[in-house]
């Protein structure tokens, strides 16, 4: 099954509605019940205080109770979805530290666990996105998760089951299936799940403890009638009981949405992984090695609330949040699923696969527009050669906290000795002359690679960059844009760089960064987008005549009739603005934005190196990850 990284980002937005929808059901039964119960209490208490007793008729209307009964539970099920959700949206490192992952360190890591690191690594450089943190939880289970809001803020978490049972194409197979969850938008529709359940579970926790201290009180006042406050304990117990009730009903049913709207993402998650890897062998041997492991977990209760967003089931539950094993593997190798044995295989054999196609080009800027967000066995290749061409020391500076901001100000450095040195004297006061030259020095090493090749490091070095503080961060940015700004223009290399920084680590420290507009139709951003054809058309190529077909070519592709913006108007420093607008559009409109500029682009059947650097800062910059593209 082909995915399309765009409509599933779409799909993604889409179901979290349906969940809104689901949501609302489950709040609107809550307050009906809450109402009825409260109605009842309240004709009990008149009848009780009416010398006619049963005579008094009912009434089962009451817009005070149903206020009040309103706001209890927007404040209970709504605030506690809210506030759950602000917990994990800073970032899925807290979803791993709360399931007792401790942050792998290449520097520290044992042979398996630099194992995992490297499959991540080249993973993410494949994918055209930073690498992600990775957290090892310590279960002899074989498991794995994504977790994040975004893919800025995304971490990797794997068991140690897995490390030590799985081997690198199983491994490499595991860590595909959780990028397609990152790509796929599933962690953010993830988090909103658990908020869901969350709140709806505070309803009954309420309940229990409104039970607990009435059953305590009736105890020490046994002797207590109607009149000295005993109705009022028995109406309090009753609307404990109610709500601890309300509450398993309401968990009940977010635990039925959490099982069916993750179910169906797990197949199109393993059908992914086997389009990255094109080896239905390994994700196929990971999930019969879960099948055949006789292992306990040691995961906290906690994971329940995960459940959903792990590679396989975490935790026992009355439903499950994944499709059977045998189902998966059916589906993965295309075998009967009565022929399908758990005997762990652990060769790493590629099992023959006729559902995709052999190979995909890495050498066309089409394509990887096409495959954003799905990168193949030839990228994950490109990226492994790519990575083991690169001196050693590189590799492990970017892996330091430190020496990986040193690596990236390397990048900005021009080749022209008395411009470096001019570069350098700007930021003097912020570095000491050790640190100067490790950046020489990184700079000499990193010199015989194109600006392409350069690119990926920015995404190694970023987890690394972002263990700084806020204020380290803006301290950086400043040196950062020193270099850039020293020579009194600014080189698309250079745009490209600080724009995936400010975006990647902006996004992490920057409130201002985080902040979306509400959806606009492409119609609406047409100014936008002829303001980034221009760009694109300006940039590849000096003559009049071609620029004006190169936009032309663009704006056919819209279907737009928009004349070309002048260029004093299309700098680089207007097209960062431009493109903060257009991330207001949906994917789908996001994926004709790019092919009008690679129309732009192809116009003349010639692509040169800066527009592929302009085209993947574009696509960046509008959360559309690009494949490697190495030519």
């Not at 979803?95 to 942050?103: D, I, P």
Request: hydrophobic share 45%.
């Amino acid at each position: 099954m082909a995915m399309n990284f765009y409509e599933h980002q779409d799909q993604a937005r889409r179901k979290t509605g349906r969940l809104i929808v689901f949501f609302s059901i489950a709040v609107f039964l809550i307050i009906a019940a809450l109402y009825a119960t409260g109605m009842i209490l309240l004709n009990w208490f008149m009848a009780s205080e009416s010398d006619q007793g049963s005579a008094l008729s009912i009434s089962w209307w009451n817009y005070k109770v149903l206020l009040g009964v309103l706001g209890f539970t927007i404040l209970v099920v709504g605030g506690g979805s809210l506030v759950r959700i602000g917990q994990l949206s800073s970032g899925g490192s807290v979803v791993a530290e709360s399931l007792g992952g401790t942050l792998l360190d290449h520097a520290g890591a044992r042979p398996e666990e630099r194992r995992l690191l490297n499959v991540v690594e080249e993973m993410a450089i494949a994918s055209g996105v930073p690498v992600p943190p990775v957290y090892l939880i310590d279960d002899s289970t074989i498991n794995a998760f994504a977790a994040g809001y975004k893919s800025t803020d995304a971490v990797i978490g794997v068991t140690r089951g897995s490390i030590e049972h799985l081997s690198r194409d199983q491994l490499q197979g595991v860590i595909a299936h959780e990028y397609s969850h990152i790509f796929n938008g599933d962690m953010r529709l993830n988090i909103r799940l658990i908020g869901v359940i969350f709140g709806l579970l505070v309803m009954g926790m309420i309940g229990w403890q409104l039970v607990r201290i009435m059953a305590y009180s009736g105890t020490s006042r046994r002797s207590s009638s109607k009149k000295d406050g005993g109705g009022a304990l028995i109406a309090i117990m009753i609307i404990g009981l109610v709500l601890a009730a309300l509450g398993f009903i309401g968990t009940f049913f977010g635990r039925l949405i959490q099982a069916s709207v993750s179910r169906q993402r797990e197949f199109l998650a393993d059908s992914s992984a086997v389009q990255y890897t094109r080896n239905p062998g390994g994700i196929g041997g990971a999930l019969r090695a879960i099948a055949g492991l006789d292992a306990t977990t040691a995961m906290p209760p906690l994971a329940t609330e995960y459940n959903h967003m792990f590679f396989s089931q975490a935790m026992k539950s009355v439903f499950a949040t994944h499709p059977p094993l045998p189902e998966r593997i059916s589906r993965i190798e295309q075998v009967d699923v009565d022929t399908i044995s758990t005997d762990v295989d652990t060769t790493s054999e590629p099992v023959p696969f006729a559902g995709f196609s052999a190979q995909v080009s890495t050498a066309s800027l089409a394509n990887a527009v096409e495959v954003a967000g799905t990168p193949g066995a030839a990228e994950v290749a490109s990226a492994e050669t790519l990575l083991g061409s690169m001196p050693a020391g590189i590799v492990e500076a970017s892996h330091d906290a430190w020496s990986a901001r040193l690596l990236i100000l390397a990048l900005l450095l021009d080749d022209d000795q008395g411009e470096m040195t001019r570069q350098l004297s700007s930021i003097k006061s912020s570095l000491d002359e050790g640190h100067l030259d490790a950046i020489r020095s990184f700079h000499a090493s990193i010199a015989g690679m194109s600006h392409v090749q350069q690119l990926p490091l920015i995404d190694m070095c970023m987890p690394s960059l972002s263990r700084m503080s806020r204020e380290q961060y803006e301290l950086y940015m400043q040196s950062v844009e020193k270099l850039i700004k020293s020579d009194g223009q600014v080189s698309l290399f250079e745009w490209t760089v600080h724009t995936v920084l400010k975006k990647h680590l902006g996004e992490r420290f920057d409130p201002e960064v985080r902040r979306r507009g509400r959806p606009r139709g492409l119609k609406t951003r047409m100014e936008s987008v002829a303001m980034v054809l221009a760009t694109v058309s300006y940039t590849g190529s000096e003559d009049t005549g071609q620029r004006r077909d190169a936009y032309k070519a663009g704006m056919d592709v819209l279907g737009g009739t928009r004349s070309m913006p002048a260029a004093s108007d299309c700098t680089l420093r207007t097209l960062r603005h431009t493109l903060q607008k257009l991330k207001e559009v949906s994917f789908k409109d996001r994926k004709i934005i790019l092919d009008a500029c690679l129309a732009s682009i192809d116009h003349d059947g010639q692509t040169t190196v800066d527009e592929s650097l302009l085209l993947r800062g574009i696509a960046d910059s509008l959360d559309c990850p690009m494949p490697l593209v190495l030519s």
